[in-house]
């Protein structure tokens, strides 16, 4: 791309975020980026540092799940935390979808059109994706999550210091934000892990963001915890 439509493209996507982000802008957004800033641009299949997958698969084992639907699933990077058998992958990009299904053939991934089409289910898991859903809309979407599941997984950068200067859109939330959203369910459970592209970024250590964690919230209905942690 040349310099001027860099600069004209960035001047475009300003002019975006400076309105209210609505559930179809967001969509479009995601279906014109192309996949570009699926995950952090760091040239490793994982920029937290570590495998999160290996993360999701003890959760899972902790809280003894059944079916799995990932909401948000983008190309599949995280499916094989689970055997395909329990696992359902859902994205707002078709072309994400496509590849997940080239990619991993033995996991079923499908189109989303909406929070109404997701199947309900035993656990609902969302890798850094509510933090991409707008104020607008979110609160409708986490009550229809509440209704179809008995449990949620929402992995976040928390902080709504992040919502500054990203070219992306980003609405980061704190701790009692989500379970505000989720309430009633209450959170059983809280991991926190350094995420190494944050970690070791200069722009953001400029920017002093409060936490440079990547924080495991599982929500659930009744409350229970674990009797041992990992």
């Known amino acids: 791309k040349s310099f001027l439509f860099r600069a004209r493209e960035i001047i475009t996507r300003a002019e975006v975020m400076a309105n209210e982000w609505t559930f179809e802008r967001i969509k479009k ?4 980026d192309n996949l570009v800033n699926i995950k952090p641009p760091t040239g ?5 540092g570590f495998d999160p997958s290996i993360v999701l698969a003890q959760i899972y084992e902790l809280f003894c799940c059944r079916a799995v639907t990932e909401l948000g ?3 599949g990077r995280l499916c094989t935390a689970f055997v395909p058998a329990v696992y359902r992958g859902f994205d707002i990009n078709k072309k994400a979808i496509e590849m997940a299904r080239q990619r991993y053939p033995k996991y079923s991934f499908d189109y989303l059109e909406g929070v109404d089409d997701l199947p309900a289910g035993d656990l609902l898991l969302g890798y850094t994706v509510f933090l991409h859903m707008a104020d607008s809309y979110i609160e409708s979407w986490c009550k229809t999550i509440c209704s179809k599941y008995s449990k949620v997984l929402v992995v976040e950068l928390l902080g709504r210091d ?3 200067g990203s070219a992306v859109p980003v609405f980061c939330r704190s701790l009692k934000d989500y379970q505000e959203l989720f309430a009633p369910f209450i959170l059983a459970y809280e ?3 350094p995420y190494q592209r944050y970690v070791h970024s200069e722009v953001v250590a400029h ?3 409060s936490d440079l964690s990547i924080s495991f919230l599982l929500f659930n209905k009744d409350g229970r915890i674990p009797d041992r942690h990992m």
């Open 44 to 48: 490793t299949e994982f920029p937290e």
């Open 29 to 32: 957004f995601w279906e014109c």
């Open 191 to 193: 991991l926190r892990i």
């Open 73 to 75: 699933c983008g190309y």
């Open 162 to 164: 992040w919502r500054e």
């Open 207 to 209: 920017r002093q963001k």
